[in-house]
Nanobody
């Protein structure tokens, strides 16, 4: 079965850290650009960070820049999102998606048709 699986979510206090993983099953992540998304309750899903297939470029929306770091290990077929200095407003379900050449928009906008595979999401809750 071809799928992406996110893991690493949980409950963390403000100022804390979490590392999310996005692992591919049934296919190789190497040729794909990977984007991390999040969807907070009552809000639209937004793209927050992207890493290109050979790690030529990494992108972040303004709200997470300097706090989140995206990386990939193609040998492990996994992309990571290191999240530091977490804030309550980071609370959301986090998703990863793989596409051949999706665009990244600082507004968080995305085109679903640009992505071939989506994960089911992992909950991140930032609360004291």
């Amino acid at each position: 079965q071809l799928q992406l699986v996110e893991s690493g979510g949980g409950l963390v206090q403000p100022g804390g850290s979490l590392t999310l993983s996005c692992t591919a099953s049934g296919f190789t992540l190497g040729p794909y650009t990977i984007t991390w998304f999040r969807q907070a309750p009552g809000k639209e899903r937004e793209g927050i960070s992207q890493i290109t297939s050979s790690d030529q470029a990494r992108y972040y929306v303004t709200s997470v820049k300097g706090r989140f770091t995206i990386s990939r290990d193609n040998r492990k077929n996994t992309v990571y999102l290191q999240m530091d200095s977490l804030k309550p407003e980071d609370t959301a379900v986090y998703y990863c998606a793989a596409g051949r050449s999706p665009s990244f928009y600082n507004s968080g906008y995305y085109r679903r048709a640009d992505y071939d595979y989506w994960g089911q999401g992992t909950q991140v809750t930032v609360s004291s």
